[in-house]
């Protein structure tokens, strides 16, 4: 007999792993008293699988070799659980050795006498030394910015606590690229969560995959900003676009992200953390980035779907993956998606995307063979982004684009792509007029006289000259492009009927 816990939705622990585990027990089990032993074995029978191969132990009742099927800790749990199955004892066959029992994969609490104080939740109980099987964030300090290094004594948990951090690698979200493991937990109160298991999770969940367990994703890669954007991306768009799945699952999401769809009931507060590290002997965390606006998050994704629409642009929320998608450069044989990251952390941020935007055009896209513009409906979402999260008068944002519309066609027509590359290169406010100089004579061009007022603090029309640069050389790039984009496709039709 080991201790009785009790599993139900009311004693949150404040940490979002082992909330998720509580959820996940509650889900598994339902609310009840339970022996701890019972419980422990259920969840290990649920995370100890068949490898495919086979093995041969020695059966001394029979006296000969029998054949069994291999186990080992499911993939990727066997990152963190680092216990290996027991052998029992060996003895030698013609010069071999054999085990005399298949290998049983178990796991002890090993539970304290005495009662003390749990580390996690503060009740007073049995204890055992936390390990990582218990808690993914076990891990050495050198090996990891101290995310939970414990005192001196050690980190002691209670057994429901142990036991929710085992079940916790069942309630996951996981998404593995090569090496790389990222890992996902939307935390919010105990019912919340449980709301969410059971509505958007259970339904979505791809299981027995080797790549992950997280619904569809439209991008991911090594890099943690960039998948924790594929996975919103993912979940939003069942909000917008809710046809293949129960009415519930989109009903929840759209409670939990969509503010104001519930007049009567406020929204949750809901953090996603996202965790990401290096898979080898075992787990190696790398970070753990905290996710707290996504309610406004989705209010950005609204304002871009509504765009798309008003557009008339056929599904939204796969072109917004589209544009998003887009910002990776081929390496070799790989694709490198470090663009993709950095854009991907601003927007999850709200900060500036813009100067990542511009290297990205000018040294990715534009020396592309041939070179591309950006993928359509780039400018629209990335301009509502400037209005709503920047704060960019619509007014002056539609100037500049107008004029790097002109600025890049007429910088085509006459082959000055260095003076594109000298505006982008500006490092102050008289270089960048120099160079607009430069376009006024050379191209033979207008420069509106919005941009000419340089006010204090070196603003133009109240934003920071730099960012003022930067957009235009983003608009004249494309616009570039495009028109390179647009004549190759013309000479390639005319060769054709030629
Ligand atoms: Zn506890």
């Known amino acids: 007999m080991g201790n009785i816990i009790t599993i139900d939705l009311r004693h949150e622990t404040g940490n979002f792993w082992m909330n998720n585990g509580l959820v996940t027990l509650y889900c598994e089990f339902g609310e009840g008293n339970y022996d701890s032993d019972y419980i422990l074995e259920k969840l ?62 178990d796991l002890k609490l090993k539970l304290s006498k005495r009662h003390g104080i749990c580390n996690l939740c503060g009740i007073e109980a049995p204890l055992t030394d936390a390990k990582m099987w218990m808690f993914p964030f076990m891990v050495e300090p050198s090996k990891f910015g101290n995310f939970y290094s414990g005192s001196k004594r050690g980190f002691k948990l209670c057994a429901r606590c ?34 969410l298991h059971r509505e ?81 002997q075992a787990f190696s965390m790398k970070s753990v980035k905290e996710i707290t606006k996504l309610h406004s998050l989705y209010k950005l994704y609204e304002k871009w779907v509504n765009e798309f629409e008003r557009r008339e642009l056929d599904n939204p929320p796969r072109q917004i993956a589209l544009v998003l998608r887009q910002f990776m450069s081929r390496q070799g044989n790989k694709d490198e998606t470090l663009w993709r990251d950095k854009v991907a952390r601003a927007i999850l941020d709200f900060a500036d995307p813009f100067p990542i935007m511009e290297t990205f055009i000018f040294d990715v896209r534009a020396k592309e063979k041939p070179p591309k513009p950006l993928v359509m409906g780039t400018l629209d979402m990335f301009n509502i982004y400037l209005k709503e999260v920047l704060n960019m008068d619509e007014k002056f944002q539609r100037i500049l684009a107008g004029f790097g519309y002109t600025l890049g066609r007429a910088a085509k027509e006459d082959g000055e792509m260095g003076l594109l590359y000298a505006l982008r290169n500006a490092k102050k406010p008289e270089e960048f007029y120099r160079v607009l100089n430069d376009a006024q004579f050379r191209l033979e061009m207008t420069i509106p006289e919005a941009l000419l007022r340089i006010e204090k603090g070196e603003r133009i029309f109240g934003v920071p000259w730099v960012r003022v640069k930067t957009l235009l050389a983003i608009y004249a790039m494309n616009s570039y492009l495009r028109e ?5 496709k013309d000479s390639a039709t005319l060769e054709k009927e030629e």
């Not at 495919?52 to 990727?76: A, R, T």
């Not at 013609?94 to 085990?99: F, K, L, N, R, T």
């Not at 299981?207 to 919103?232: A, C, D, M, Q, V």
Request: charged letters at 25%; a positive charge; proline letters at 5%.
């Open 44 to 105: 290990t029978e649920k995370i100890v699988q068949k490898t495919g191969n086979k093995g041969k132990y020695f059966d001394k009742k029979k006296e000969e070799l029998v054949e069994y099927e291999k186990v080992n800790w499911k993939y990727p749990t066997n990152q963190f659980i680092k216990v290996s199955g027991k052998a029992g004892t060996k003895v030698k066959i013609d010069g071999e050795e054999y085990s005399t029992q298949p290998p049983i994969f």
């Open 484 to 488: 390179y984009a647009r004549k190759d």
């Open 162 to 195: 142990a036991l929710a951090g085992l079940a916790g690698y069942i309630g996951w979200l996981w998404k593995a690229q090569g090496k790389v493991l990222h890992f996902f937990v939307f935390h919010s109160d105990l019912s919340t969560m449980e709301r």
């Open 200 to 280: 958007v999770f259970l339904p979505l969940r791809a299981e027995g995959e080797k790549g992950g367990n997280t619904p569809r994703l439209p991008f991911w890669g090594s890099y943690i900003h960039e998948t924790t954007l594929g996975l919103l991306l993912s979940l939003f768009s069942y909000i917008s676009n809710p046809k293949d799945i129960p009415e519930e699952t989109s009903k929840c999401l759209a409670s939990l992200f969509r503010v104001g769809s519930v007049p009567s009931s406020l929204p949750s507060f809901i953090t996603l953390y996202a965790v990401t590290g290096i898979m080898g």
